[in-house]
């Protein structure tokens, strides 16, 4: 329980900015989720190519915004890209 207001309304914000955390980690991992179903199953290009973008989004939004860290996001749409690119190659042109 916090002892002060400034302690009380540093919980609640933390709260606030927990549940934002949460929906926006979900909605990137959703977005990874679908974007590796479509490279994986050699969906047609332009549905492939909306979700790596829609993918890659997501990952970039989430490390702007703090939801996870820039470098983890940075890595993920590297990876994603390198498998994309191997498993379906004119996906990315």
């Known amino acids: 329980m916090a002892n002060t207001k400034q302690s009380a309304k540093r ?9 934002i955390n949460t929906i926006n980690k979900s909605a990137t991992k959703t977005a990874v989720r679908a974007a590796i ?9 332009a549905t492939g190519k909306t979700a ?29 890209t390198k498998l994309a ?3 379906n190659p004119g996906i990315l042109a």
């Not at 919980?11 to 549940?19: F, P, T």
């Not at 179903?37 to 290009?45: G, L, R």
């Not at 997501?58 to 996870?68: C, F, N, W």
Request: net charge positive; hydrophobic share 40%.
């Open 85 to 87: 690119q191997k498993t």
């Open 52 to 80: 790596l973008m829609g993918a890659i989004k997501a990952l970039s939004k989430a490390g702007s915004k703090g939801a996870i860290p820039k470098k983890r996001a940075s890595r993920k749409i590297s990876r994603l």
């Open 37 to 45: 179903t479509a490279i994986q199953t050699k969906a047609p290009v």
């Open 11 to 19: 919980a609640r914000q933390n709260l606030k900015r927990q549940a």
